[in-house]
């Protein structure tokens, strides 16, 4: 028997792939939308305040009541070194903790950066630090500070790294970590000499083997480096700059050795943010459609409200952002019997731009009035690169199924993972798809 499924037409909030909360947690308040000094190139409110978590006091949230903001599984979570790190060898590793936590209770995974400074006397290097060595200021008139030149900088900073990954890396919640480079926000790297920045590299490569790193797309030596010795995908700053998307961005691409958003994800953040965007009059579609091009799998546009006009194509966006199953076809036996094989094959296709880079279980089952069976099976949805697949299950029946009728259900995922929703017309319950019914004979 075959049976095929209508599609889904609408955005599906699924883990690891959408708009990113930042510095926020899902549900949570949103900034207050912030308009840029036209003649500067600079947003007149001080961007400082929205970099470091926890959201600085005195920062106003009123987005909700400005705008929309996508639904979102994934919290992209930034602290300062000093948060961590408070005294010297002593780690805060309960602060760390409790944004996992929270993460936890709004049904998300945390991509999490590890920032050495920012830009301001307040959000600085640890205070013992600058009793080691000399700390740069931020000079009158400008954005960026450099950072310490002591080599034992680098050093520290890479020690906080290891602690952190020795303590997280196991935590399924931590999903994704935002490799720091040694300037402000951990994205300066030019005072540097590669051999030091090496060093710091090899650290993430060693203490986080279970989480997935993303690098600077600004660095591609960087992202050779340790593409060499692991999986890792890229995080480009800047989006929807039309010198970002027309010049820089294009640019960088011959730089990189190999794809690597077919093993690692692909994360975006924007220029200012996309309320912004829309007063300049840059072009959305334009930018969706680059952006999907290169293989998007999560945007960070830093809980600032979108106007509520924009809708319908930030929902083009997400409805092809990072992965989209879905289930086309089943075939199956109308009848079994119970101690023989049966055979189910699947046709499936990610229409989405990118894989899913999690191992997660696919599991069939056969649901009746008396008894219920699960079917593991060896299917690696992370193969699933955009493409159609064909899927092909072979179910042992136990002997002693009761006779009956069967719901023949998948799921990806689920229990203790996140589950993935497919985008097809089928029956529900919880993560499993509920595809068609199967006659159990003894």
């Known amino acids: 028997m075959k049976k095929q499924f209508e599609k889904l037409d609408c955005v599906i909030s699924n883990?690891?792939?959408?708009?990113t909360s930042f510095q926020h947690f899902r549900g949570e308040k949103l900034y207050s939308d912030c308009i840029t000094n036209r003649s500067s190139g600079v947003a007149s409110c001080e961007t400082e305040n929205y970099e470091c978590y926890p959201v600085t006091p005195g920062v106003e949230?009123?987005?909700?009541?400005?705008?929309?903001?996508?639904?979102?599984?994934?919290?992209?979570?930034?602290?300062?070194?000093?948060?961590?790190?408070?005294?010297?060898?002593?780690?805060?590793?309960?602060?760390i903790e409790k944004i996992l936590q929270d993460a936890r209770d709004h049904d998300q995974t945390v991509m999490f950066r590890l920032m050495p400074h920012s830009t301001c006397a307040r959000d600085d290097v640890p205070d013992w630090l600058k009793e080691m060595m000399p700390c740069p200021a931020r000079p009158d008139g400008m954005r960026v500070k450099d950072s310490p030149t002591d080599p034992r900088y680098m050093e520290l900073f890479g020690k906080a790294i290891e602690k952190l990954g020795e303590r997280f890396d196991k935590d399924e919640t931590l999903d994704c970590v935002?490799?720091?480079?040694?300037?402000?926000?951990g994205e300066g790297h030019q005072g540097f000499p590669f051999e030091e920045l090496e060093k710091?590299?090899?650290i993430y490569v060693r203490v986080f083997p279970n989480t997935k790193l993303l690098g600077q797309f600004s660095n591609a030596r960087m992202l050779n480096y340790i593409g060499d010795k692991r999986p890792i995908g890229w995080r480009a700053d800047g989006t929807g700059s039309p010198k970002h998307m027309n010049e820089i961005f294009p640019a960088r691409f011959p730089l990189l050795e190999k794809e690597f958003w077919k093993t690692a994800p692909v994360s975006f953040e924007s220029y200012w943010w996309i309320s912004e965007w829309y007063r300049q009059g840059w072009d959305l579609d334009d930018i969706i459609d680059k952006t999907l091009g290169w293989h998007i799998s999560s945007f960070n546009t830093k809980s600032f409200p979108i106007q509520y006009e924009l809708?319908?194509?930030?929902?083009?966006?997400?409805?092809?952002?990072?992965?989209?199953?879905?289930?086309?076809?089943?075939?199956?036996?109308?009848?079994?019997?119970?101690?023989?094989?049966?055979?189910?094959?699947?046709?499936?296709?990610?229409?989405?731009?990118?894989?899913?880079?999690?191992?997660?279980?696919?599991?069939?089952r056969l649901k009746g009035a008396e008894k219920t069976v699960e079917f593991a099976t060896d299917i690696d949805a992370r193969k699933w690169l955009p493409g159609e697949y064909?899927?092909?299950?072979?179910?042992?029946?136990?002997?002693?199924?009761?006779?009956?009728?069967?719901?023949?259900?998948?799921?990806?995922?689920?229990?203790?993972?996140?589950?993935?929703?497919?985008?097809?017309?089928?029956?529900?319950?919880?993560?499993?798809?509920?595809?068609?019914?199967?006659?159990?004979?003894?």
């Open 178 to 185: 935002d490799v720091s480079l040694g300037g402000a926000w």
């Open 61 to 95: 949230e009123k987005g909700r009541e400005q705008g929309y903001y996508p639904d979102n599984t994934v919290a992209y979570i930034r602290i300062l070194w000093k948060e961590f790190e408070p005294k010297q060898g002593e780690y805060n590793y309960a602060f």
């Open 390 to 442: 064909v899927e092909k299950v072979e179910l042992a029946l136990p002997c002693d199924l009761p006779a009956g009728e069967y719901e023949l259900s998948m799921a990806l995922g689920g229990g203790d993972k996140p589950a993935v929703q497919f985008a097809s017309k089928t029956g529900k319950e919880y993560h499993w798809h509920i595809l068609t019914t199967v006659s159990v004979e003894k």
């Open 200 to 202: 710091l590299m090899d």
């Open 311 to 364: 809708q319908p194509k930030i929902e083009r966006w997400l409805k092809k952002m990072g992965y989209r199953f879905e289930i086309d076809e089943i075939e199956y036996p109308e009848s079994v019997k119970a101690g023989e094989k049966a055979y189910v094959t699947l046709k499936i296709a990610n229409v989405g731009v990118a894989p899913i880079y999690n191992e997660l279980p696919f599991v069939l």
């Open 15 to 19: 883990p690891y792939i959408g708009f």
